[in-house]
């Protein structure tokens, strides 16, 4: 299997967790802890950065490097708009 079709796998996979729990527990078996901490941190840096926080602010708030929130509001302002769509889940229905 080649890592375009490892990565479709990947994404399928992940469409069919239903509940936290099931992410949660996906998550501790393809990341190390730092990972999963690392990952959870750009998602509220993407939610800060939405919600009108300056750099500086997301920041000092998250703990993130300069260089992670610059990458994050790049990504949110960016053409894939993987952040935009999970973040306007977030703020309507939740899985599970």
């Known amino acids: 299997m080649g890592q375009d079709e ?9 469409c069919l967790l239903q509940a936290p729990d099931e992410a949660r527990a ?5 990341c190390t802890r730092r990972e999963t901490i690392e990952l959870a941190q750009r998602l509220e840096v993407a939610t800060m950065l ?3 926080a300056s750099y500086l602010e997301v ?8 260089t992670t929130v610059s990458r994050v509001s790049k990504c949110l302002n960016g053409e894939a708009g993987g952040y ?8 309507g229905t939740h899985c599970g």
Do not use: F, H, K, M
């Open 59 to 66: 920041s000092r708030a998250t703990g993130a490097s300069s």
């Open 84 to 91: 935009r769509i999970v973040l306007d889940r977030l703020d």
């Open 50 to 52: 939405r919600d009108g």
């Open 26 to 30: 996906l998550l501790a078996d393809l």
């Open 6 to 14: 490892a990565l479709e796998r990947l994404c399928a996979a992940l």
